[in-house]
């Protein structure tokens, strides 16, 4: 290793990698990482992290209309800033920004602030030509929006954008039915935009069980919002007025002041230079890996969304650490990807962990199906119709709970808690002796029948 300027040499500071990073130094190696944009990656920078945040925002245009059921004298004529709320996200970003530098910093973990690419197993190349080499070189560079490239493409934003918009457009169009969507589909609408999403089949939020994304769907319309589906663009044409005419195969043209594509994430493996190392990619451009995070090249390993495995932070992070803890820490560690845990932070929000109910009758055949739909009691004195609903997929011959499914207020709050049962493989019998703690929502965990 002293023949090399780093033991460890990581290119991309995101969640995988600056935890990567920081561990592999507490374990004595000598680590840079490279970085081209700001340290923190897409969740805390443009991602998970402002996004939350907006959806909090969002959030208040129901709260302060239900304030008045529970005697708060809230005015009719109140006032959102979108100004106001966008800039205090983004003074929160950069205050995450430069919480990941001194973290990085008091490990003695070199921040290098350019893009590195891969010249060889051992060597990288700074964007100002320096080379530097390293025993290890970790790629962590996570993934960039996909955008479709059909006519007048250029016009459209992604979700990069979105934290940045000067005000919020009255018409938006989002294209994409996945979890960036349907989340920034809700947030719009509570901000007052008329949203219309597009996706090119008939489902949304694909991977979820199924009756608690139809209830999403049933709710989202309810709310106004519009769904076209079997829908591809055709084109985007820029009016005179600076309106957007969006053409689209099976359906009518339509106006929009702004079109918003989240169609899924590419990784950003592109000009990356790992050819030159030997670094074999699928057909999408990720990353091959084996268990221990290793590419096909020896010396260069790979964690994150840049892998393609599971695109969640918290699975980076792990990945990081796995990695860190393996090949500098002698302590060999793998990650368990069964029954990771997910949210869409949606209006409702959805969470899930475990099989799906199409999932479970397919691998265990014998499957018991328990369910709560319910009005949350703030929902029934605020007047308000929108209706939770729990479900619990059961292994039919040992009672097993392999899968939890939700929608509802704060149900990727209930859900965390509630993954620990499931990933531990506790019964249906179980979750049943269990005290109800009354009255809250997460009790119908334990009364479903």
């Known amino acids: 290793m002293a023949d090399y300027d780093y033991d460890l040499f990581v ?27 700001r340290v923190g990656g897409t969740c805390v920078i443009r991602g998970c992290v402002p996004k939350k945040l907006l959806v909090y925002g969002a959030h208040f245009a129901e709260d302060l209309k239900d304030a008045r059921r529970f005697g708060w004298q809230v005015p009719s004529d109140c006032e959102f800033s979108w100004q106001t709320l966008r800039d205090n996200v983004l003074a929160e970003v950069d205050r995450l920004n430069g919480a990941y530098k001194k973290t990085l910093e008091s490990h003695n973990v070199e921040i290098i602030d350019q893009r590195a690419t891969v010249t060889g ?11 530097k080499t390293a025993d290890k070189i970790l790629i962590a560079v996570g993934a960039h929006p996909a955008v479709p490239s059909c006519p007048g493409h250029e016009h459209g934003i992604t979700s ?45 939020l694909r991977g979820y069980d199924l009756t608690i994304r139809d209830r999403l769907l049933q709710i989202s319309m309810m709310k106004g919002i519009e769904f076209r589906f079997d829908a591809t663009f055709e084109g985007i044409e820029k009016q005179a007025d600076g309106s957007l005419r969006v053409s689209m195969s099976n359906h009518a043209p339509i106006e929009v002041d702004l079109v918003m594509f989240a169609t899924g994430r590419m990784p950003n493996t592109h000009g990356l230079g790992l050819e030159k190392a030997g670094v074999e990619l699928d057909d999408h451009g990720a990353v091959k890996v084996d268990e221990d995070n290793r590419s096909t090249c020896p010396s260069i390993f790979a964690v994150g969304d840049v892998t393609n495995r599971v695109q969640l932070t918290p699975v980076a992070i792990r990945e990081g650490q796995a990695f860190a803890d393996t090949v500098f820490g002698n302590k060999p560690t793998r990650v368990d990807y069964d029954c990771i845990p997910a949210a869409v932070f949606s209006h409702p929000p959805m969470a899930g962990v475990g099989m799906t109910e199409a999932q479970a009758k397919q691998m265990l055949g014998s499957v018991r199906v328990y369910t709560s739909d319910f009005r949350p009691m703030k929902n029934v004195l605020a007047g308000r119709e929108e209706r939770a609903l729990y479900k619990m997929v059961c292994d039919g011959d040992t009672g097993r709970v392999v899968g939890l499914h939700m929608i509802g207020p704060d149900v990727p709050e209930i859900l965390q808690a509630a993954a620990i049962a499931v990933k531990a493989g506790l019964t249906k019998a179980q979750f049943d002796a269990t005290v109800a703690l009354h009255p809250t929502m997460s009790e119908e965990l334990v009364l479903m029948r």
Do not use: C, M, W
Not at 11 to 37: C, K, M, P, Q
Not at 121 to 131: F, I, K, M, N, Q
Not at 161 to 174: G, N
């Open 11 to 37: 290119i991309g500071a995101g969640s995988g990698g600056t935890r990567a990073s920081r561990v592999a130094a507490a374990h004595g190696a000598r680590v840079a990482v490279a970085e081209e944009y």
């Open 121 to 131: 197993p051992h060597s990288v190349r700074l964007a100002d030509g320096t080379e």
């Open 160 to 204: 990069n954008e979105a934290f940045h918009l000067d005000s919020i457009p009255k018409r938006v169009l989002i294209a994409g039915a996945g979890y960036i969507a349907n989340e920034f589909a809700g947030v719009f609408h509570q901000f007052g935009a008329h949203v219309t999403l597009i996706n090119r089949s008939k489902d949304i």
